[in-house]
């Protein structure tokens, strides 16, 4: 929020469900006042006043907001080095990015590397994780791109990068050759300057947009496109292009791990059983009105679960909490993932579990609760779940 300084979590619907002031969290009664009651912004507000942070990249500038507004408040304050003059510091390994990015090559798939970041900051990382002659693993390799521009525009050229002192070369690029860089550029010149047509035949419908571009021939769900900025990266090219996509999502990793354990475990089953508690004692309530007693009751019990959600979050040893949720709810992160998103990992690494001709089959893509009948039955005795947690 660009006018009090909080970083705020909104859930799907919009809504700020909770916020930070620094690296502490804002009150619920100074939330319902900032937000008027509802805590939802009008939507025109809501683009003036907001600014989406959605990506690792904004999580850096998250983070950095959040320690400059705590240093004014109590005075802490930490530098940032300079990534790129100490790569194995900044830069986690990955041991099987290679393998992957291997593996692909061997199956015939055409590689493009496309990021919004300056050649500089790119080869320092790339080179640590990949090795000295990690352009010759990439059929494309295009710096500064400057997503979503480069899904929409359609008279960016291509510049060439120096590999050397990494400054631009102006002269006119026809052709993208495997081991140079490239900067900016749009889909247009890229697919004009590698003539490349995927799928003359697909009977995929070619979108507005991709016909606009002359991008008939890349707009087929055969491209695969893996990113980690939903916003930058994903929405446009599943959008505009129909293209696969793949969200590189490390949170997920650490989430899917602390839920794993025991006390998580645990703790969602007292949720579960609570939750069940509530809905039994409404159903056999009936459509009567409730008196005092009754509404004292279901008070007590809705706070139980609000306390037990709050462990949870605690669990995850996030002090923003899950990125996937605002408090309960989905939150407007987890909402677009599943709106635009095909696939998502911790890791590019991940996709070494799978054959690069893997085809994945949702376990269930129903979304209302009227399909879901008859699911999530299962209930837990009160006095086993507390007995398994002395024993934990």
């Not at 070369?169 to 140079?180: A, P, S």
């Amino acid at each position: 929020d660009k006018e009090t300084g909080w970083i705020c979590h909104l859930s799907y619907t919009h809504k700020v469900a909770v916020a930070w002031e620094g690296r502490q969290k804002v009150s619920r009664a100074r939330l319902m006042e900032e937000y008027t009651g509802k805590r939802a912004l009008h939507p025109t507000e809501r683009k003036k006043r907001l600014k989406p942070l959605n990506d690792l990249f904004s999580m850096a500038e998250c983070c950095l907001i959040a320690d400059t507004v705590q240093f004014f408040k109590d005075g802490a304050y930490r530098s940032v080095p300079l990534v790129a003059a100490d790569p194995g510091r900044y830069f986690e390994e990955q041991p099987y990015l290679k393998e992957v990015i291997s593996k692909l090559k061997v199956s015939g798939k055409r590689l493009i590397f496309a990021s919004n970041s300056p050649f500089w900051y790119v080869d320092a990382g790339m080179r640590h994780v990949m090795g000295e002659n990690w352009r010759e693993d990439w059929d494309v390799v295009i710096v500064s791109a400057g997503k979503p521009l480069f899904y929409t525009e359609d008279s960016r050229p291509f510049r060439e990068v120096s590999s050397v002192t990494g400054r631009v070369k102006f002269k006119k690029i026809d052709t993208l050759e495997k081991g140079e860089v490239y900067t900016e550029g749009c889909l247009r010149e890229l697919i004009r300057c590698t003539n490349w047509n995927l799928s003359p035949d697909d009977p995929t419908p070619t979108t507005l947009t991709a016909a606009k571009l002359g991008a008939d021939g890349l707009a087929t769900p055969k491209v695969l496109y893996i990113g980690d900025s939903l916003f930058a990266d994903l929405v446009d090219a599943k959008r505009e292009f129909g293209w696969t996509t793949a969200a590189v999502t490390p949170e997920v990793g650490h989430e899917i791990a602390m839920q794993s354990r025991t006390q998580f475990v645990l703790s969602q089953q007292t949720i579960d059983l609570l939750l069940g508690v509530l809905r039994s004692v409404q159903d056999k309530l009936g459509n009567g009105l409730r008196d005092e007693e009754d509404i004292r009751i279901i008070d007590a019990v809705e706070r139980l679960v609000s306390r037990w959600r709050d462990q949870q979050t605690m669990m995850l040893g996030n002090p923003f909490g899950s990125v996937f949720r605002a408090r309960y709810q989905p939150s407007l992160f987890a909402h677009s993932l599943r709106r635009y998103c095909d696939l998502y990992m911790s890791s590019v690494s991940s996709l070494r579990h799978y054959s690069p001709q893997h085809r994945f089959y949702p376990s269930d893509a129903r979304l209302l609760s009227h399909e879901m009948g008859g699911e999530g039955g299962e209930c837990w005795d009160l006095e086993d779940v507390l007995e398994a947690a002395v024993y934990d």
